[in-house]
């Protein structure tokens, strides 16, 4: 994946085609894909990103895509905005879970849809860290539940929650039973790096399956690398002169720790753990829809 044409054609995977430097930006949260977004080619066919983006949609696009049969599944991205030490975006998780949803949609296009990503998640154990958001476990649950109602209300009978952040995990899995019997839909709820194997991971990851998710360390800053560069700031980071003031050693040692991993990062492992994960989450809805 080293080579300037791997480089463009995952530009244009991620949506860019012609005018594949407007990509990262196409793609981000910040600037949410809309009408000026380039048009992705995926398979054999050509389209507008938002029309993936229940946001960016219509009420009018969206009724009659369901009125057709044509949009039958929603993914729900969940992400957080907490601490990515000192060189990512907070935003980070949300954006990455955004971003694989998107793609794997395009990919099913236009059966898929993603709903509005919830952007804060349960992150208590980084409230340490300055600019961390958390919500009580209750409440994000809460509001995961009140989308996916929505989304059945609207007809859809297949929803995957598509988790960017480690601490929404277990809670998610965890109503998964009770939230299945209550909305009687086809209903899924995984974070997107279940993708990896060992196998792949050893392959592009140097801190391996170990190093996945991580926290802001190889995995993370290289998908970042790839997909969001603008989110990753290097520029006046000095580590060793970083004063967190954590009470614990151990969370000061896997500070230290996750920052040099995050020194291994390169775009090109970004690119290819961002593939698998599209294809991965892709395989997995349309099986889903198959059951529904
Ligand atoms: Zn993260």
Redesign the pocket.
């Given at each position: 994946m080293e080579s300037n044409q791997s480089r463009r054609s995952f530009l244009a995977f991620l949506g860019g085609g012609a005018a594949a430097s407007a990509a990262p930006e196409a793609f981000g949260w910040q600037s949410m894909p809309g009408a000026s977004a380039p048009i992705a080619r995926t398979g054999d066919k050509y389209i507008l990103p938002r029309k993936v983006l229940l946001w960016e949609c219509t009420r009018k696009e969206i009724r009659e895509a369901i009125e057709s049969g044509r949009l039958k599944a929603a993914i729900v991205p969940t992400g957080?905005t907490?601490q990515?030490n000192e060189h990512?975006a907070m935003i980070?998780?949300t954006a990455?879970a955004l971003l694989v949803a998107q793609n794997a949609a395009l990919r099913l296009y236009p059966d898929v849809i993603v709903a509005t990503p919830v952007p804060v998640g349960i992150s208590p154990y980084w409230m340490e860290r300055k600019g961390t958001l958390t919500l009580r476990p209750e409440t994000f649950l809460a509001v995961v539940y009140d989308i996916c109602e929505s989304l059945r209300t609207h007809g859809l009978k297949t929803i995957l929650i598509l988790n960017?952040?480690?601490g929404n995990a277990s809670p998610l899995k965890s109503q998964l039973p009770g939230w299945r019997a209550k909305l009687g839909v086809q209903l899924d709820a995984c974070s997107y790096w279940e993708a990896y194997t060992e196998e792949n991971a050893a392959r592009y990851m140097e801190s391996g399956m170990g190093g996945i998710?991580g926290?802001?360390a190889e995995f993370?800053t290289s998908v970042a690398l790839a997909a969001f560069p603008e989110r990753v700031h290097r520029e006046g980071v000095d580590y060793s002169k970083v004063k967190l003031n954590l009470k614990s050693a151990d969370d000061a040692n896997q500070d230290k720790k996750y920052y040099e991993e995050s020194l291994l990062a390169t775009p090109e492992k970004g690119e290819a753990l961002i593939h698998i994960a599209v294809d991965w989450t892709a395989g997995k809805i349309r099986q889903m829809m198959s059951q529904s």
């Open positions: 957080s907490e990515h990512l980070h998780d990455s960017g952040h480690g998710p926290h802001s993370e």
